[in-house]
C-alpha cells in the first residue's frame, strides 16, 4: 500500500505519516517498506493520469508498504484510530490471503480435469480417427478391380 493511501485510512497527513516513518526507520526493513525509484515514481504517475501531482501531494516518490509494514505503522502511530485502522487492514489481508489459496486449490482443481480431459479426448480423437480409416479401406475396397475366382451368378463388365 502506498503512504498516501495508508495516510488517509489513518485520517493524517501524508507528510506526518512520512515523518513518523523516518523517525522510525530502523523499524522498516527494505521488506517492510521502500521508497519508488524515480522511473517507477514517473511509470505510476503516467499510469494514473495526474494533471498536476503537486496538488495531489505527490512531488516525491511514495513510500510503498507490505502486509509487515503496514502492521509495524500500528507502533509508529499510536492513535486510537491507527489501531483501529491497523486492525481492519490486518484482516483484510488474512482475507486476501484466504482468496489466494483457494484461487490456487480451484486452479489446482481445473489444471487436474484438463489433464482428464485431454486424456479421454485424445482416445476420443483416436477412435474417430481409426473409424475414418476403417471407412476409407471400405470405400478403397469397393473400388478396386477384382481378381480371381469370378462365380456365374453375377457377371462383371470387362
Given amino acids: 500500500m502506498l503512504d498516501k493511501d495508508l495516510a488517509a485510512l489513518y485520517g493524517v497527513e501524508t507528510r506526518i505519516l512520512k515523518q513518523a516513518v523516518r523517525r522510525n526507520i530502523k523499524r522498516f526493513p527494505d521488506d517492510f517498506m521502500f521508497q519508488l525509484s524515480k522511473d ?6 503516467s499510469q494514473n493520469v495526474m494533471s498536476n501531482a503537486d496538488k495531489m501531494g505527490l512531488r516525491y516518490p ?3 508498504f507490505s502486509e509487515q509494514g503496514v502492521a509495524m505503522l500500528s507502533s509508529v502511530l499510536k492513535s486510537t484510530k491507527a489501531i483501529e485502522v491497523n486492525i481492519s487492514i490486518m484482516r483484510t489481508f488474512v482475507v486476501l490471503r484466504q482468496h489466494l489459496t483457494d ?3 480451484l486452479k489446482e482443481q481445473i489444471a487436474q480435469l484438463e489433464k482428464e ?3 479421454k479426448f485424445k482416445d476420443i480423437h483416436q477412435a474417430l480417427n481409426y473409424l475414418l480409416q ?3 479401406a471400405v470405400i478403397e475396397h469397393k473400388n478396386r478391380q477384382r481378381i480371381g475366382f469370378k462365380t456365374g451368378k453375377k457377371k462383371s463388365k470387362e
Fill in 117 to 119: 480431459m485431454n486424456i
Fill in 40 to 45: 517507477e515514481f514517473a511509470n505510476w504517475r
Fill in 134 to 136: 476403417k471407412d476409407k
Fill in 62 to 64: 511514495p513510500f510503498a
Fill in 103 to 105: 484461487y490456487k486449490d
